[in-house]
């Protein structure tokens, strides 16, 4: 079960477009009313979704 979530899946989606828009990460955190390790814990597990899947794709190309 664990802790409820603070951000939507929406809002996550949000977040990560701003960074690759470069909008500072701190002052994400804060109008987003998170910390800027919650900011990065997105930014970590989206790296490696991506990750996984150019893994996969590669895999199915060869």
Known sequence: ????RVLTSAQVEELLA?????????ALARQFGVSRETVHRHLRAAKTATSAVQSQQEEEIA
Do not use: L, S
Request: net charge positive.
């Open 18 to 26: 701003r960074v690759k828009a470069d909008e500072k990460k701190a």
């Open 1 to 4: 079960m664990g802790r409820r």
